[in-house]
């Protein structure tokens, strides 16, 4: 199947009649995708800015594309943040990082856990990860991933409402999470919140969440609970057309 | 945090008072987990029997289990079928059974779609994938997992509502699925389907469902539409605690 192929540029001006590519950008364009001048393709910026041009190789090996479009897309209503707690395993961050973007997240925040053992290291690869699945799926915003030092350095940095996993414990009835701008959904690392932890969030604002009665690992937790709140906020799509088996309302 | 061991037997007799513990599980308790005569254990048969008793090692290297109770766990009610066209990679295939059995999928088909280059070959890693998926987040229903030469063959095994995935259709107004027992979520390749596909699947009744804007990886289309469903199903938990922002009520 045919597809626009799409090229990231951090320095998008949406004045400019050309846009150059440069770097791994260009590389994959000219090397590896195989352009040719007149190529339709799009440029995003990973901050809502889309251009649509026709790609042209230079004689002197530049690479740039002529501007025929400039779309600002909308971010999503809602800004959340994916606030999870100390993932070491390189692959399982980045497996993070692929999914936020995926799924429109604004931020990713790794946190250092009282239940894990090294702090997390800020990776290139995140970055690159991000780019390379809204480029694939063809979302306009990268989410910023950064890690904090504690839990608690993370609640102080969030200004919003938030919600927090929790195996056995739900929102008591009737409390609601009514975001305005931002959510932040927080998961617990492998060896789960530390009481203390689970009691900051708590004491926070965080409202409780669970996932029901299985024990994902964090990663999945997160995809799940990040998938929902989309869902719920109105970003994938208007609903599934799916009601409950008739025999659910009567059973206990 | 410690939790509680589990391990797998296929053939699990409810009435024993010993369960025997051989091969790779037998292996795994002894070498890696290292556990000790009289610690607690689970051992499941991946058809809802659970069995929690007390690990014994014997001097002639055996290894078995002496039962102390024995749990028969409901199925989900509606049981789900992904049917995913043709994925290649191995790593691709073994983490969609993985969240398959994560999330409590009855079964998993991987059909031949005709936008895709080689046939699905049956791989032993998909049972291992989902034995090690269930163990890990504590369910205890394997998924079925198969494969089919093509949609069609799908759709004349399955007897019983479906959805699709279509990227720009959504269900007509007032048109849903009232699963009884079963539902089947119809994803399509990398290559999306062909016309032909989608005209069976529809014309097989398959409702379509939209999951907005972005373009998925199928293997990501496959986990978003199993989440929603099992959530839609009631089987992720009472629900999120989370409401509209107040301004997306009046907005175009």
Known sequence: MSHLHRFYSETLDAESPYIELSGDEAHHAVRVVRLHTGDEVSVFDGKGLEVIGAFEA????????????????????????????????????EEVVRHAAELGAARVC???????????????RWRKAAVEACKQCGRFYLPVVDSVSSLQAFLESHNGPSLIALLDEDAPAGQHVA????????VGPEGDF???????????????????????????????????????????????????PPSSLCEP
Chains 1, 2 share one sequence.
């Open 110 to 124: 790794f946190w250092d856990a009282d239940h894990t053992q090294r702090p997390i290291k800020h990776s290139p």
């Open 179 to 186: 975001p305005t701008d931002r959510l932040a959904l927080i």
């Open 58 to 93: 230079g004689k002197d090996r530049s690479v740039r594309v002529r501007v025929k479009q400039t779309i600002r897309h909308k971010p999503p209503r809602v800004g959340i943040t994916l606030a999870v707690g100390g993932l070491h395993r390189d692959k399982t961050q």
């Open 194 to 244: 530390s009481d203390r932890e689970r009691m900051l969030a708590l004491a926070a604002g965080a409202v409780p969440v669970s996932l029901g009665a299985a024990v994902y690992r964090s990663e999945v937790a997160t995809m799940l609970l990040m998938t929902l709140a989309a869902y719920t906020l109105g970003e994938l799509g208007p609903g599934l057309p799916l009601d409950l």
